[in-house]
């Protein structure tokens, strides 16, 4: 790893932003990520220097990730190591902006419990339990 991939691991590793967890260099097909959160299927790349003549097998890589239904970030080695508040800000704001939003549905209609419903056979008070 490098410096700035430890230093991104250190903010994101056991839980620590919102309870999400994020995995460090993990395999899937022919890839390996720097960092991913299954969850949210989301990817972050950490790019140093040295990758500006890798940038057409990176712009492909991301896209053929994304159509595999993945969001991808990518910062570069100095962003991580001089700005983290500012990467993490960022991957939270993706994480926010790719969660599902939940809202509960009311059941559908034979779902669910009617306080009226008499109680099926065998449920409900037996006739002994209470004298005359």
């Known amino acids: 790893m ?4 430890r ?44 990758h500006t003549e890798q940038l057409k097998h990176d712009y492909d890589r991301t896209h053929q990730l994304m159509a595999a ?10 962003e991580v190591l001089q700005e983290i508040e500012s990467v993490k800000e960022r991957i939270w704001r993706t994480v926010r902006e790719t969660q599902p939003h939940p809202h509960p549905d009311p059941p559908l209609e034979g779902e669910g419990e009617r306080q009226d419903d008499p109680p099926l056979e065998g449920e ?3 006739q002994d339990d209470h004298p005359p």
């Not at 490098?2 to 991939?5: I, K, L």
């Not at 620590?16 to 460090?24: D, I, N, S």
């Open 69 to 78: 239904g993945f969001t991808v970030i990518r910062f570069w080695n100095n």
């Open 124 to 126: 409900g008070e037996r």
């Open 7 to 50: 230093a991104l691991w250190r903010a994101l590793r056991s839980h620590q932003m919102a309870g999400l967890k994020f995995r460090r260099q993990h395999p899937f097909g022919d890839y390996i990520f720097d960092f991913a959160c299954l969850q949210y299927k989301l990817v972050i790349e950490v790019d140093g220097g040295q």
């Open 2 to 5: 490098t410096d700035a991939e």
